[in-house]
Each structure stands twice: as structure tokens, then as C-alpha cells.
């Protein structure tokens, strides 16, 4: 089958796993924007709730007790009016929690369906051997395995174990179901796979044995599949970064996504934690060899010193990344290479240097500068940040470490984000302009190159008369023919043309010497002329879409969605604050961590999903509040300035007043 089949509208089998992982995209999305309005009231965080609403909202202990629960509201009174009540105010909010439950539900119920399909033969000639060769589809299966773990992760992190419950209680009791009146057929199931796991996400919180491995565990996804996918990110490069990253020693930051995505499917093998030592140690000397704080989804960030622990294998593979040495070298490697990035960027910024002429001759520099400032932003953001983690004595010194070696603070890592941001949005802008003028730019260049040749041509024939130039009939066949060599050429097959047009320019330099053109100043400046513009023509070949392709992918800001927030608020307030004009530059950061949507939106796009907007809506909202949160500081700074000025006036007025006062008290009247 070939690779572009398997996405194609008719490609049922293709198809039905893009939409499976379009719909995992939404659940998370609904997920975290539905963890913002959990109603305070089921936490039951203070007396007077519970005093009011204990005898209402229960947990799955509900279950055992349920009828003495239920005679024990129908038998008072003020009970049954409370509990009326709040079900009229909650059962809309209610509904909705149990339905983003139960897509959870759904959806690993989905991916195991879709499998047995696989098996069954179902989908003509398609098979998950035949399958996971094929690119799109190796892609995919992946993502739905790590999205499935991500959305039990995320529902235990947003919304904790026994509110779940409550929510899930006063569900049931409210929608009928207690009743077995219009209850949902899946409700049990649900209950069992998003009961309580005992993990709380506090500062300080025990972890509770055997998680999450546990709870991925509740419904069971098909072994072998399972077994397949992770051997393919053991061993693979999935997304193919490989040509993002051509440099070997940033092979982590190319496999970055693919490293995250193995490290939530390995909880669903869970033996290769606690046993494979072999295979630990092939997957940390590959995705993990100089890095151990990753992004998981939209800027969810772990420490793997501390979720790794308890897992002896695991623990073990991690020892050569965290070694002392190891860490130190880490830490001075990247405080100097956030100077140079630095220093790189400003040279580059400056007015007048980054032309079309420059970035085209320059392109390879400017796109490894980008790498190196975006593989440095990454290390430092993830590695210097303070987390939860650091409860954990290793955690915390191995931080200590890194910070004590690395000589760069926070303002500094801003700065280099500013200055990548700037660089990255200048780039993008005049590549994209570049490509809509390459047409018509190669056009215009290949008819000037044409028509001077041509030009020549006529010379040498004879016919055209020219100061103390001779008919020359071979030169003149010659010429025309490298006129149309020229006029044959085509910029769609890039390396190609640019062999033949290096060509071309050596053969015209030969002419030029071997027949002693350079006499004649006519001739020798439209042949300067041709090689010039064939030179521009070499420029523009190498305007391709796939250095705009490679920006976006190394631009990547995804892992920063919430450290944003945590730590570089206050740096982009306060210099706003102190230089106005910083505004712009933040433009560009801006439109940097807008381009993580990419990453949920890219698959429900592709699917033509209805989810397409809701997604869109909770993400771009977020990213919204965010700007209007750090450009807060904009009308707080004029007003603070308004405030001052009216206070120097008021402190003026008032020996005015009292001027004024004392010559009415003796009788003078102010003119």
C-alpha cells in the first residue's frame, strides 16, 4: 500500500484511526477546560460545605450504602428540597463531566474495536504488520496510545481521584440512573476505570504504589499492539526530525516528541520499568542521554529522577545522565552556548544585515543558528525550572547542580527567548515572502540570462555589428546553444538546476578565457552580467518550502505552555514597564508559543473533525488570557503615571490656595 493512500478519504481503514485520534485531541481539550469549573461545592473543602452538603455528595462509598443513602434524604424533609435544588443547579455541569468521562471510556474501547478489526480482516489486505511499516499510519497508532494515556493522566491531575467520584455520585443519582430510568449502559464501566487512584498532586503528596502502571491498566489495550508500538519508538525515528536535527548531538531534541510519547507508552508495559535493564539502558542512552525534565502534552512537564524511582531498571539506566560529571558538563555547555546564541542573534538582527542576498547565501548558518538557540532554550527552560519534584532530596540537588554550574539566570534565558523569537519571525516573513516572488523573480532572471546570451550569439554570427569582433560560427552555435540549456531550466527540480547552472556559469567563465573574450569590454560585461544573474538564479532555487517546514519544527514551544506563565510573566511585564517599545519584540515571542496549537489541532484538522473549533476556542482562549495578562501591565503603568502626575499638581495647588487665602482674608480681591 502506498504511504499517501493510507490518509485518503477512501482509505476507510486510515480514516477511522485519524478520526480515533482527532477525537483524543478534544477529550484532552475538554478535559483541562472542564478542570476550570469543577464546582467548589463537591470539594467540600470547608465546614460550612460539608455541614450543608454532606449528607448529599458521597464517593463511590455511595455504592455500598445506597439505599440507606437515599431513605435517608426521601425521609427528611429539608434534605429532599436541598437535594432538589442542587440538582436543578448542577445537573447541566454534572452532565457534561460524565460525557468527558465517558469519551475516555469510549475511546479505549474505540482503539481496541479498531484493532480486532485489524485482526479480523475486516479492512481488506490491512493488517497492523503491513500497517506499522507504512509512515502515516506508524504515526498514528502511536499517538493513540499515548493519547489515551494522556487523558488518564491528565483527569488525575485536573481532577482529583475522590472529586471524580462525587461528580460521578451525584451523576448517577440525578440522570436516573439510580433508578435504572434512562441510565447510561456504560456508567459502571466508567466508574470503574476513573475511581480514585490515590494519587494526589500536591506538593509533598505520597505516590501510591504501582502508578499510574495500575491504573493504564483498568481497561486493557491489546499486548501485541501494545508491544509493537513501543519497539517502534525504542527503535525509530517516527516523525522523521532526523532532517530537522541533522547534527548528532542534538539527536534528544529530534527524538523530543517521540521520547515523550515512549515514556507514557512504557507505563502500559510496565515490566521494561521494572526489569528490562537492557532496554532502559538503549532507551536512555538514545532519547534521554543529556536530559531527564521532558514535556509531555501542552507544557505538562515531569522530572523522570522522581517518577522513575520506584522502577529498578529505570532507575539504574538513568545513572550515567545524572552523574555528576555528566551534569556539570551539561550545564557549562549550555551557558555557553546561550552566550554565542546570543551573540549570534544580535549580529544577525542588527539593521541591515539579514537581506534576501545574505539569508539565501547564508541560509544553512541562520537555520543551524535557530537550532542551537532553540535546543538551548529548551534544555535551560525545563532544567532550571523549580518543581514539585524537588521534594525529592535527589531531584533537588541534582537542580542544584545544574544551577550552580550553569552561570545563566532566568533574565537570561528570556533574553535569548526574545532575541530567538525575533530572529525566527524576521525569517519566516521574508522567507514567505521570497517564495510568492519566486516565480516571477526566476522568470526575469532566466529571460535576462537568455537574452544577453542570445545577444552574443548575434554578435558572433556576423549580422550584428560590433567593434573588432569577428563572425565566428562555432561561438556562435555555442552561445545559442547555452541560450537554450538556459531557457530548458526549471526551478521545481532545485538540485538538478543548481548542478546545471554552476555548470553553465564555469562553461561561460572557460569561453570567456580561452578565446580571450575579455578584449572586448561589450562582451565581457554581458557576460558578467549572465553570471550574475545565474548566481541570483542559484539563490532563488534554494528558496524552497521546506526551510519555512523546518523553522516551524525546531521553533517549537509547546514544552513551555505553562512554564511561560509560572516564570517569565513578570520578565516580559517589567520590561514593558521599562522600555515600552519591548512590546513589539514580544510580538514575536507571541506568535512562538501561539505555534504550539499546532500540535492538538494538527490531527482534528486533518480528520475535518466538528471538534475543530472547540478545540480551537479553548486553546486560542488561553493563549489570550495569557497576552491580555502580561499587557495588563500597559494600562496598570499609565495609570500608575496619571496617579503621579495628579499627585505634583495637587502638592502645587494647595500653596496656590493658600496665596490665594491669605490675600482675600486681608481684603485684597484676586484679579
Excluded at 98 to 113: C, G, T
Excluded at 455 to 478: H, M
Excluded at 589 to 607: D, G, H, I, M, Y
Excluded at 608 to 624: I, P
Aim: hydrophobic residues 40%; glycine residues 4%; contains cysteine.
Amino acid at each position: 500500500m502506498q504511504e499517501q493512500d493510507f490518509l485518503a478519504e477512501n482509505n476507510l481503514c486510515g480514516q477511522t484511526l485519524l478520526r480515533l485520534v482527532s477525537r483524543g485531541n478534544a477529550v484532552i481539550s475538554e478535559l483541562l477546560r472542564l478542570s476550570d469549573y469543577v464546582p467548589n461545592v463537591f470539594r467540600l473543602q470547608n465546614k460550612a460545605d460539608q455541614a450543608k452538603y454532606g449528607q448529599i455528595i458521597s464517593d463511590f462509598s455511595y455504592f455500598k450504602t445506597s439505599e440507606a443513602f437515599e431513605n435517608r434524604v426521601d425521609q427528611n424533609v429539608s434534605l429532599q428540597d436541598l437535594d432538589e435544588v442542587f440538582r436543578e443547579n448542577n445537573i447541566e455541569i454534572l452532565t457534561r463531566f460524565y460525557l468527558a468521562f465517558e469519551s475516555i471510556h469510549k475511546y479505549v474501547l474505540d482503539l481496541n474495536r479498531y484493532l480486532d478489526d485489524l485482526y479480523e480482516g475486516v479492512y481488506i489486505q490491512q493488517t497492523l504488520d503491513s500497517l506499522i511499516s507504512v509512515e502515516d499510519a506508524k504515526q498514528l497508532f502511536c499517538e493513540a496510545l499515548f493519547l489515551y494515556g494522556v487523558m488518564l493522566l491528565v483527569v488525575d491531575m485536573k481532577i482529583e481521584g475522590t472529586i471524580r467520584e462525587r461528580l460521578l455520585v451525584s451523576y448517577y443519582r440525578y440522570s436516573g440512573a439510580a433508578k435504572e430510568v434512562g441510565s447510561d449502559s456504560n456508567i459502571d464501566d466508567v466508574c470503574k476505570l476513573l475511581r480514585s487512584t490515590g494519587m494526589v498532586y500536591t506538593t509533598g503528596a505520597k505516590r501510591p504504589s504501582g502508578y499510574p502502571e495500575n491504573f493504564f491498566s483498568r481497561v486493557q489495550v491489546n499486548k501485541v499492539f501494545v508491544e509493537k508500538i513501543v519497539q517502534q519508538q525504542i527503535s525509530g525515528d517516527i516523525y522523521n526530525q532526523g532532517t530537522a536535527y541533522p547534527d548528532p548531538k542534538q539527536r534528544s531534541s529530534a527524538l523530543a516528541t517521540q521520547s515523550s510519547m515512549l515514556y507514557i507508552c512504557l507505563y502500559f508495559q510496565p515490566h521494561f520499568l521494572n526489569q528490562e535493564s537492557s532496554k532502559m539502558r538503549e532507551i536512555v542512552d538514545r532519547s534521554f542521554p543529556d536530559n531527564w525534565v521532558i514535556s509531555l502534552y501542552m507544557g505538562i512537564v515531569v522530572n523522570l529522577i522522581e517518577v522513575w524511582e520506584p522502577y529498578k531498571a529505570a532507575k539504574a539506566a538513568l545513572g550515567n545522565t545524572l552523574s555528576t560529571d555528566n551534569c556539570k558538563k551539561l550545564a557549562a555547555k549550555h551557558s555557553q552556548s546561550l552566550r554565542q546564541c546570543l551573540t549570534d542573534c544580535k549580529y544577525y538582527l542588527k539593521e541591515g544585515i539579514l537581506t534576501e542576498e545574505f539569508m539565501l547565501d547564508n541560509v544553512n548558518k541562520l537555520m543551524s543558528c535557530l537550532r542551537d538557540c532553540n535546543v538551548t532554550l529548551r534544555w535551560l527552560m525545563l532544567h532550571t525550572i523549580t518543581s514539585d519534584s524537588e521534594v525529592l532530596k535527589k531531584c533537588r540537588q541534582i537542580k542544584e547542580l545544574v544551577t550552580n554550574n550553569c552561570d545563566v539566570n532566568t533574565a537570561d534565558i528570556f533574553k535569548l527567548l526574545l532575541y530567538t523569537a525575533e530572529l525566527e519571525l524576521k525569517m519566516k516573513e521574508m522567507f514567505s515572502m521570497m517564495l510568492a516572488e519566486k516565480s516571477n523573480k526566476w522568470t526575469s532572471c532566466k529571460d535576462e540570462c537568455v537574452g544577453r546570451v542570445e545577444e552574443i550569439a548575434q554578435v558572433f554570427s556576423g549580422e550584428k555589428p560590433l567593434t573588432r569582433v569577428k563572425k565566428n560560427d562555432q561561438l556562435k552555435s555555442w552561445f545559442e546553444q547555452i541560450a537554450k540549456e538556459i531557457s530548458t531550466l526549471d526551478y521545481n527540480y532545485s538540485t538538478a538546476t543548481g548542478r546545471k547552472i554552476v555548470q553553465l556559469i564555469g562553461a561561460l567563465k572557460e569561453v570567456q578565457t580561452f578565446h580571450q573574450l575579455d578584449s572586448n569590454m561589450q562582451i565581457r560585461q554581458f557576460l558578467e552580467d549572465t553570471v550574475s544573474y545565474m548566481h541570483q538564479m542559484i539563490r532563488t532555487v534554494n528558496i524552497k518550502e521546506e526551510v519555512l517546514i523546518t523553522i516551524e519544527i525546531i521553533a517549537d514551544l509547546s514544552y513551555a505552555w505553562v512554564i511561560m506563565d509560572q516564570y517569565y510573566t513578570q520578565y516580559m511585564q517589567e520590561g514593558v514597564k521599562r522600555q515600552p517599545g519591548m512590546v513589539i519584540k514580544l510580538r514575536a515571542t507571541f506568535l512562538k508559543l501561539s505555534s504550539s496549537l499546532e500540535l492538538p489541532l494538527l490531527r482534528v484538522n486533518q480528520a475535518n473533525s466538528k471538534d475543530l473549533l472547540s478545540v480551537s476556542q479553548y486553546y486560542s482562549g488561553e493563549l489570550v488570557a495569557y497576552f491580555r495578562k502580561v499587557l495588563q501591565i500597559i494600562p496598570k503603568t499609565m495609570f500608575a503615571i496619571l496617579a503621579r502626575i495628579v499627585m505634583i499638581q495637587t502638592q502645587k495647588n494647595p500653596g496656590i490656595t493658600d496665596e490665594i487665602g491669605e490675600g482675600q482674608d486681608e481684603g485684597v480681591c484676586p484679579t
